[in-house]
Nanobody, 126 residues
Framework: QVQLVESGGGSAQAGGSLRLSCAASGRTFSRYAMAWFRQAPGKERVFVAAISWSDGGTYYADAVKGRFTISRDNAKNTVYLRMKSLRPEDTAVYYC???????????????????WGQGTQVTVYS
């Protein structure tokens, strides 16, 4: 069983920055593909960023490309999402997700992930 705990959410002014962290339990974190998704009120959960376990490759949604950076520290069993140039439309609950299947490459589809965190709120005000 894998547990994911997000932290680092909060409020920020438009143009500001925040860094989210997701700490994972489990001995094989280094072989998990990891990702961040977000869900705004009344909307479906959507992909934000992903990072593979095999080569560290990263993928981003067009809406955040160039502004958000996903990274991982396998020694700390933690994945990060650095967010800069925040916009009000970035306001959402952000979820960390883990794919423990061992499949190579970054994953972007909700159905690929078998473990989810509880979510952390990010609010960006203008």
């Amino acid at each position: 069983q894998v547990q994911l705990v997000e932290s680092g959410g909060g409020s920020a002014q438009a143009g500001g920055s925040l860094r989210l962290s997701c700490a994972a339990s489990g001995r094989t974190f280094s072989r998990y593909a990891m990702a961040w998704f977000r869900q705004a009120p009344g909307k479906e959960r959507v992909f934000v960023a992903a990072i593979s376990w095999s080569d560290g490759g990263t993928y981003y949604a067009d809406a955040v490309k160039g502004r958000f950076t996903i990274s991982r520290d396998n020694a700390k069993n933690t994945v990060y999402l650095r967010m800069k140039s925040l916009r009000p439309e970035d306001t959402a609950v952000y979820y960390c997700a883990a794919d423990s299947s061992g499949k190579r490459g970054a994953a972007t589809l909700v159905g690929r992930f078998d473990y989810w965190g509880q979510g952390t709120q990010v609010t960006v005000y203008s």
